[in-house]
Nanobody
Framework: QVQVVESGGGLVQAGGSLRLSCAAS????????MAWYRQAPGKQRDFVAV???????DYADHVKGRFTITRDNAKNTVYLQLDSLKPEDTAVYYC?????????WGQGTLVTVSS
């Protein structure tokens, strides 16, 4: 059974940086897309960034130029570098991995940005 676990969240001041990690285990197939979403309190879960198995990336407009997604296929891991953080970036960040056309979600990691 595939499991996905995020780490790296925490409390940071506005303008600061964090690096989130997400590792998959229990794989029988390769991972096509790896993506990050976030859910702020009282809001729906929104797309943040994605990297496909060819290395192509895409970002939500509100994080372009500040966040960077990368993947390490050898480690079945995806990273999200968060720079120039703003209080409105406060949310639970979720990782999604697409394995054999099935989306597998992690449990989330909380990022809190203080003003």
């Amino acid at each position: 059974q595939v499991q996905v676990v995020e780490s790296g969240g925490g409390l940071v001041q506005a303008g600061g940086s964090l690096r989130l990690s997400c590792a998959a285990s229990g794989l029988s197939f390769g991972i096509s897309a790896m993506a990050w979403y976030r859910q702020a309190p009282g809001k729906q879960r929104d797309f943040v960034a994605v990297v496909d198995d060819g290395g192509s990336t895409d970002y939500a407009d509100h994080v372009k130029g500040r966040f960077t997604i990368t993947r390490d296929n050898a480690k079945n891991t995806v990273y999200l570098q968060l720079d120039s953080l703003k209080p409105e970036d406060t949310a639970v960040y979720y990782c999604k991995m697409v394995v054999n056309y099935v989306a597998v979600w992690g449990q989330g990691t909380l990022v809190t940005v203080s003003s």
